[in-house]
């Protein structure tokens, strides 16, 4: 898939939710990738912060497009051991994952001996 590609480590810091998303921002314009980049930033805030709330050990972030989607990767060493539980309406947060499906065109986890979250838009011209 990778036209382009570009892998950043994270720290375990509320802090790099802001720096993920200028680097997402900033990459994407670089490539010239015609993609949502509000949506785009969504995304990456959605799944950094998922990695900090629920997984351990070090994040990467991983970014990749080619000519028809942008692909958002967000790995960690591990999540824990929690089931995952309904969101009450009243409830403040844990809508995470809801908010990049409602607004990625694919999404998904693999969760091997680390956890990566990931998410594809396509580019509008596509």
Known sequence: MEEHQCIERLAREDSEIAR????AANTLRSWGTDVDLPDTELIVSE???NALTHGRGGIWMRLCSDRRRVRVEVIDEGGTDESPRLVENA????RGLQVVDA???RWGADDDQATRVW??????SS
């Open 47 to 49: 799944l950094v912060t």
């Open 20 to 23: 993920a998303r200028r680097i």
């Open 103 to 105: 607004i990625a065109d």
């Open 91 to 94: 409830d403040i947060g844990g």
């Open 119 to 124: 998410a594809e838009t396509l580019l509008r």
